[in-house]
């Protein structure tokens, strides 16, 4: 069993002098992932390198080389692997696979090919599991419905042994620290334990706890604004927290959000007045419609920072992306994240593109190759976009100086002076320009126009780090509900997102 605690130091007094102590209980039963495509596997000996290619559906090529490596005690630098596209993941193919492992040696051992490949059963019975909590919930409520205190009791059933690398903490840790999510509260106290029993392991999979943390906040809100006689917007709007940079009670540093903002605008997207009235007469003929809202904060971009403080073995977090134009002046970035289905690639062709003043088609996004990428952690918890677009746009940018700075000795300019636009160089407010093509031929073939001022060759990298960030939205459904048979008709969904995402 895993377990941890947290009680703030003025949490008794808080929940003693509650004017209204409001609790829920909670239960999320076990899910699978379900990708689209089972897992699968396939290992290659090849004779004359004495190497291993295993083609694998992973979301962490780089992690997944380096694991397999130690199990088996063979040389990281024999052991290629390559991630096609897996057909989603969702956070179940960033586990360690016993199978990998076992194809990878049979192949090395046997000097031949091996191949592995789960069926639907076998993945919905055997493969890694998720969301399996029960939650008890306490809110201690002054006389104005703010919440001042607030008390959890967490069990994650986390199967039968943990998860590698991410641990079998993973679901009720996160739960532990993310718990208070999108409201102010200042007092808090959680016992959140991981059991083992004898099912299938539990690994990240599409939020974590998140979704659980949500739902149960919410129900709780909802039975607070009953018990207070309050609107359920107005309870919310009373306890979002409101002022940023915000310090969570467990110590996340919150940067700038929209928590209100973004509520208000599902109230007037939805027209909860009109709604109201509509609800009052259909409950005079007998009809039963509800209004639920969800506001709900979502962190993101997890750097070593986050994942540091977890205290776990392998501490992944940064993501580094090398970058090349070559002499013709077509652009490949190499990046360690792996995308699978998301459309990572388009989006990073866009800000190099945007970057360096050219077009999204002369640009290569090169992913999921332990051979030709630089080492980085993959595609998980919603990362890929925030730290290797970072990466990306860093990198970027230190081809657009030199390339300002090329085009401001062969321009006789200010590199000041010049921008990149349409794959050209050119100095502000005239027609002096020179094609980035024409550049990039000459960085590499007549280095020497650039009397040392600029090296040969253009290849950069950047690493970066970011210790996360938060995105807020808040989703509305209107739905009518059979009180003879329990049945739910959904009558509509909204999901307003942080005005600026």
Same mark, same amino acid.
């Given at each position: 069993?895993v377990?941890?605690?947290?009680k703030?130091?003025?949490?008794?007094?808080?929940?003693?002098?509650?004017h209204?102590?409001?609790?829920?209980?909670?239960?999320?039963?076990?899910?699978n992932?379900?990708?689209?495509?089972?897992?699968a596997a396939?290992?290659?000996?090849?004779?004359?390198?004495?190497?291993v290619?295993?083609?694998?559906?992973?979301?962490?090529p780089?992690?997944m080389?380096?694991?397999?490596?130690?199990?088996?005690?063979?040389?990281?630098?024999?052991?290629?692997?390559?991630?096609?596209?897996?057909?989603?993941?969702?956070?179940?193919?960033?586990?360690?696979?016993?199978?990998f492992?076992?194809?990878?040696?049979?192949?090395?051992t046997l000097?031949?090919?091996?191949a592995?490949?789960?069926?639907?059963?076998?993945?919905?019975v055997?493969c890694?599991?998720?969301?399996?909590?029960?939650?008890s919930?306490?809110?201690?409520?002054?006389?104005?419905?703010?919440?001042?205190?607030?008390?959890?009791?967490?069990v994650?059933?986390?199967?039968a042994?943990?998860?590698?690398?991410?641990?079998?903490?993973?679901?009720?840790?996160?739960?532990m620290a993310?718990?208070?999510?999108?409201?102010?509260?200042?007092?808090?106290?959680?016992i959140?334990?991981?059991?083992?029993t004898?099912?299938?392991?539990?690994?990240?999979?599409?939020?974590v706890?998140?979704?659980?943390i949500?739902f149960?906040?919410?129900?709780?809100?909802?039975?607070?604004?009953?018990?207070?006689?309050?609107?359920?917007?107005?309870?919310?709007?009373?306890?979002?927290?409101k002022?940023?940079?915000y310090?969570?009670?467990?110590?996340?540093?919150?940067?700038?959000?929209?928590?209100?903002?973004?509520?208000?605008?599902?109230?007037?997207?939805?027209?909860?007045?009109?709604f109201?009235?509509?609800?009052?007469?259909?409950r005079?003929?007998?009809?039963?419609?509800?209004?639920?809202?969800?506001?709900?904060? %979502?962190?993101?971009?997890?750097?070593?920072p986050?994942?540091?403080?977890?205290?776990?073995?392998?501490?992944?977090?940064?993501?580094?992306?090398?970058?090349?134009?070559?002499?013709?002046g077509?652009?490949?970035?190499?990046?360690?994240?792996?995308?699978?289905?998301?459309?990572?690639?388009t989006?990073?062709?866009?800000?190099i593109a945007d %970057?360096?003043?050219t077009?999204?088609?002369?640009?290569?996004?090169?992913?999921g190759d /332990?051979?030709?990428?630089?080492?980085?952690?993959?595609?998980?918890?919603?990362?890929?976009l925030v730290?290797?677009?970072?990466?990306?746009l860093?990198?970027?940018?230190?081809?657009?100086?030199?390339?300002?700075?090329?085009?401001?000795?062969l321009?006789e300019?200010?590199?000041?002076?010049?921008?990149?636009?349409?794959?050209v160089?050119?100095?502000?407010? /005239?027609?002096?320009?020179?094609?980035?093509?024409?550049?990039?031929?000459?960085?590499y073939?007549?280095?020497?126009r650039?009397?040392?001022?600029v090296?040969?060759?253009?290849i950069e990298?950047?690493?970066y780090?970011?210790?996360?960030t938060?995105?807020?939205?808040?989703?509305?459904?209107?739905?009518?509900?059979?009180?003879e048979?329990?049945?739910?008709?959904?009558?509509?969904?909204?999901?307003?997102?942080?005005?600026?995402?």
């Amino acid at each position: 069993m895993v377990e941890g605690r947290l009680k703030t130091p003025g949490f008794d007094a808080k929940l003693a002098s509650a004017h209204r102590r409001i609790k829920v209980d909670i239960r999320s039963h076990r899910q699978n992932a379900l990708p689209m495509e089972p897992r699968a596997a396939h290992a290659a000996w090849d004779a004359a390198s004495e190497r291993v290619t295993l083609t694998c559906a992973t979301q962490m090529p780089h992690a997944m080389r380096t694991i397999i490596a130690d199990l088996i005690g063979m040389p990281e630098s024999d052991l290629r692997v390559i991630a096609p596209d897996v057909g989603g993941g969702f956070g179940q193919k960033m586990s360690l696979a016993p199978e990998f492992v076992v194809v990878t040696w049979l192949a090395r051992t046997l000097k031949t090919s091996v191949a592995w490949v789960e069926d639907r059963r076998e993945n919905l019975v055997a493969c890694f599991h998720s969301r399996d909590q029960s939650v008890s919930l306490e809110g201690a409520f002054d006389a104005d419905a703010r919440l001042i205190g607030l008390a959890a009791d967490i069990v994650a059933d986390v199967g039968a042994y943990s998860c590698y690398p991410t641990t079998c903490g993973v679901e009720p840790l996160m739960a532990m620290a993310e718990m208070p999510g999108p409201y102010d509260v200042r007092e808090y106290a959680c016992i959140s334990r991981g059991v083992v029993t004898n099912t299938c392991p539990m690994a990240p999979y599409r939020g974590v706890s998140r979704p659980v943390i949500t739902f149960t906040l919410e129900r709780l809100m909802d039975k607070a604004a009953t018990a207070f006689g309050l609107d359920p917007v107005e309870i919310r709007r009373r306890n979002l927290v409101k002022t940023f940079p915000y310090t969570s009670v467990t110590g996340l540093v919150f940067d700038e959000a929209s928590y209100v903002e973004t509520m208000d605008m599902a109230v007037a997207a939805v027209g909860v007045p009109a709604f109201r009235a509509r609800q009052v007469k259909a409950r005079a003929e007998g009809r039963y419609l509800g209004l639920g809202f969800a506001t709900f904060s %979502e962190r993101t971009g997890y750097g070593t920072p986050a994942f540091a403080a977890r205290g776990m073995e392998v501490t992944p977090g940064w993501e580094t992306v090398e970058m090349t134009m070559d002499p013709s002046g077509f652009i490949e970035a190499r990046i360690g994240a792996s995308p699978h289905g998301q459309g990572l690639r388009t989006t990073l062709s866009q800000i190099i593109a945007d %970057e360096l003043g050219t077009s999204p088609d002369r640009i290569k996004i090169v992913h999921g190759d /332990t051979d030709r990428t630089p080492y980085g952690w993959g595609t998980f918890a919603s990362r890929s976009l925030v730290i290797a677009g970072g990466a990306t746009l860093l990198a970027a940018g230190k081809i657009r100086t030199k390339l300002m700075k090329m085009a401001g000795i062969l321009l006789e300019a200010s590199a000041e002076d010049i921008v990149l636009e349409a794959d050209v160089a050119r100095v502000a407010g /005239t027609d002096r320009a020179i094609p980035i093509a024409t550049l990039a031929r000459a960085a590499y073939h007549q280095s020497h126009r650039f009397k040392g001022e600029v090296g040969p060759g253009i290849i950069e990298s950047a690493t970066y780090d970011p210790p996360g960030t938060f995105s807020n939205a808040c989703h509305v459904a209107m739905v009518e509900v059979d009180i003879e048979t329990g049945r739910v008709t959904i009558e509509s969904f909204w999901w307003p997102r942080t005005p600026d995402a």
